[in-house]
C-alpha cells in the first residue's frame, strides 16, 4: 500500500505546494518525516494509537502515518482492506483549516476528495471521513476576534470567501470536538492573523493556541512546526514562552534559524523550529541545532541558568558561561526603551536647517532620495515629550531595526551614530549608552563593531527589532580606550573552536560603512 502512495504521486503534488509563498506555509513532505522520526517507533506497530493534525493543509502528516502504519501493522492485520480500514477508520484523524485544504487533505489521504466515493481507498459513510471541516464564526468584540485577535474589518465575511476561523482554537473545550483523546497530536499550524493594526500590515501570532488547545488534551506525545520567534516572547508570546521554557516534557527541539534549511525558499523572521512533547518525559531537552548541512546536538535544559529567555546554539553555552562568570554590568542597563524621547519615526514637523538658536539636531530614518530623506535634521525642543534633560548629552545611538535577513554570518546591527549635544532622535534608535566626550563615544562604537559585541546580541535577538533586553548579555567595558576583538577573546579565555563559531555567526563591520552594518 505505501508502494501505492508512492505511484501515486510523482511528482508529488505535496511538495509542489511547500514551495509556495510565506502565507502559505505547507509542509514538505520530507519535514513531516522527520518530525514523524522523533515519535517512538513501537507507535507504528501499536493498532490503538490514535493521532490527530488539528489543522490540516495538505493532509501530509496523515498520508505519511498511514505509510507508516501500513507497513507496522503487517503482522496484526494481515489482509491489507482490513488494514486500510482499521488505520483510516480508527486511527487517523483530521481538523482542516479551510473548506480548500478539507478537500485537498482527503485526497491526499484517502486518494479521492469524498470518500464516500468509489474512488476512495476506504469508504465512509459520509463526505468529510475523518477530516472534518466546519464553519465556524470568530467571535468579535471591540473589533477583535477574541479568540484569535483577527481584525473584524479584515476577517468578517459572507459565505463565499474563507474566514479563517479554525475550529481548533476557537473553542474552549476542544476534547469534544471528536470526543476522545489522542495519543499524538501533530501537525504545522497556522503563523498569526492580520490585526488591523499599524498600517494594516500588523499581525497577531496564532501558532502557540494550538499548542494551548493541544495541552489541554493531555496527549502522550506533541509534535508541532512553528516559527521560532517564541524564543523571544514578545506581541502576544510571553506567557506562552514563559510555560515552553519550563516544561520539562519538553523531550526534543529541532532550530533552523534559517527558515530555508527547513523550508526551502522560505524566509521567516527568526526562523523556524519543530518539537516533540513527551508526557512521560521530565528532564533535559534534545536539542538540535541545523545550519544547511552541519548539525550539533546537546542535551540541556531549555533555560540556562539564571537566564530567562532559550540560547538556542548549542555552541554559544560554553562562550556565555566564560562571559558571565566575570559578573559584570550588561548593557541593557545602559540602552534606553524605545521612543526615547516621544518622537515617532514618521515625525515631519522638522527642517533641513538650524532655524534659530533654539532648534535641536533630530536623528531620523532615512527615506527616498529627496531633500526629505537626510538622517540628520532639525526641530524645535517643543517636540521632545520625553526624557528632555537627555538632549544636553553625548549618546551613541543604534538603529533598533536590524539590516538584512536572517542568513548568516549576520551584520545583527547597523552602523552605530554618534550623535553630539543639544540632540535626540526618533523611535526609530536606541541610545545605547550617554558618554562624556567624542573619545570616549568612538570607544564605545568600537566595541560595538566587535564581533564579540553582536554575537552577545544575538544568542537573545530572534526578531528583527531591537530592544534594550537583546542587550542583556552584553557586559559593559571600560570605555576609556578602544577594543577589539583579539582583546575580548583574550579577556574572556575563549578557544579557537568558540572563536571559530563567533565568527562564522557575525560579519565583520568597517566602521564609517553605509549604515547598514556592512
Known amino acids: 500500500m505505501s508502494d501505492f502512495y508512492s505511484s501515486m504521486y510523482n511528482p508529488d503534488v505535496l511538495t509542489c505546494l511547500a514551495n509556495l509563498s510565506n502565507d502559505e506555509v505547507f509542509t514538505p513532505p520530507e519535514v513531516a518525516n522527520r518530525m514523524l522520526d522523533i515519535l517512538p517507533e513501537e507507535l507504528w506497530h501499536d493498532s490503538s494509537a490514535t493521532f490527530l493534525d488539528p489543522a490540516c493543509k495538505s493532509g501530509v502528516f496523515l498520508r505519511e502515518i498511514a ?56 469508504l465512509f459513510e459520509d463526505t468529510s471521513g475523518n477530516i472534518r471541516y466546519k464553519r465556524i464564526p470568530h467571535s468579535w468584540q471591540n473589533g477583535k476576534c477574541l479568540f484569535c485577535g483577527a481584525s473584524k474589518s479584515e476577517y468578517e465575511r459572507g459565505d463565499e470567501l474563507e474566514t479563517h476561523a479554525y475550529e481548533w482554537i476557537h473553542t474552549i473545550k476542544p476534547e469534544e470536538i471528536f470526543k476522545m483523546k489522542f495519543d499524538v497530536i501533530i501537525g504545522n499550524p497556522p503563523y498569526q492573523m492580520n490585526d488591523g493594526g499599524g498600517d494594516g500590515n500588523s499581525a497577531t501570532p496564532i ?31 510571553d506567557e506562552f514562552r514563559n510555560e515552553m521554557l519550563h516544561d520539562d516534557r519538553m523531550s526534543v527541539l529541532h532550530d533552523f534559524p534559517e527558515t530555508s534549511d527547513c523550508f526551502p525558499g522560505l524566509n521567516i523572521r527568526g526562523g523556524v523550529c519543530y518539537f516533540l512533547w513527551d508526557r512521560a518525559h521530565h528532564g533535559n531537552c534534545l536539542i538540535y541545532n541545523h545550519k544547511q548541512e552541519q548539525i550539533s546536538c546537546d542535551k540541556r535544559p531549555l533555560l540556562e541558568k539564571n537566564t530567562d529567555t532559550f540560547i538556542r546554539y548549542n555552541a554559544a553555552i560554553s562562550i556565555l558561561r566564560k562571559v558571565r562568570a566575570l559578573n559584570e554590568e550588561t548593557m541593557d542597563n545602559r540602552v534606553s526603551s524605545r521612543l526615547p524621547f516621544g518622537i515617532p519615526s514618521n515625525f515631519a514637523e522638522f527642517s533641513l ?9 533630530l536623528y531620523r530614518s532615512e527615506r527616498g532620495n529627496s531633500k526629505a530623506a537626510s538622517k540628520r535634521v532639525f526641530i524645535s525642543p517643543q517636540y521632545i515629550t520625553k526624557n528632555y534633560n537627555w538632549k544636553d548629552e553625548m549618546k551613541v545611538l543604534v538603529s533598533k531595526a536590524s539590516p538584512g535577513g536572517d542568513d548568516y554570518p549576520h551584520s545583527i546591527i547597523t552602523t552605530p551614530i554618534l550623535a553630539e ?27 560595538m563593531s566587535t564581533r564579540f559585541f553582536r554575537f552577545m546580541m544575538a544568542l537573545i535577538k530572534n526578531t528583527q527589532n531591537i530592544s534594550k533586553g537583546v542587550f542583556a548579555f552584553v557586559p559593559v567595558q571600560d570605555f576609556s580606550k578602544s577594543w577589539t576583538d583579539k582583546e575580548l577573546y583574550a579577556k574572556y579565555g575563549l578557544t579557537d573552536d568558540e572563536i571559530a563559531f563567533i565568527e562564522s555567526m557575525i560579519k565583520p563591520m568597517e566602521l564609517g560603512g553605509d549604515g547598514n552594518g556592512n
Open 353 to 361: 536647517a538650524r532655524n534659530n538658536k533654539n532648534s535641536i539636531v
Open 67 to 122: 505509510k507508516r502504519l501500513i507497513e507496522g501493522l503487517k503482522e496484526e492485520i494481515p489482509d491489507l482492506q482490513k488494514r486500510i480500514d482499521h488505520i483510516f477508520h480508527k486511527q487517523l484523524y483530521g481538523i482542516a483549516i479551510t473548506e480548500l485544504t478539507s478537500l485537498l487533505s482527503r485526497r491526499s489521504v484517502y486518494c479521492s476528495k469524498y470518500p464516500n466515493s468509489k474512488y476512495s481507498i476506504t
Open 207 to 237: 501558532y502557540h493556541n494550538f499548542i494551548k488547545q493541544a495541552k489541554k488534551l493531555n496527549p502522550r506525545y506533541m509534535a508541532m512546526i512553528i516559527p521560532a520567534r517564541w524564543y523571544s516572547g514578545g506581541k502576544g508570546l
Open 421 to 447: 549635544c543639544n540632540s535626540v532622535c526618533t523611535e526609530t534608535y536606541l541610545i545605547v549608552d550617554f558618554v562624556r566626550n567624542e573619545q570616549q563615544g568612538q570607544n564605545l562604537i568600537s566595541y
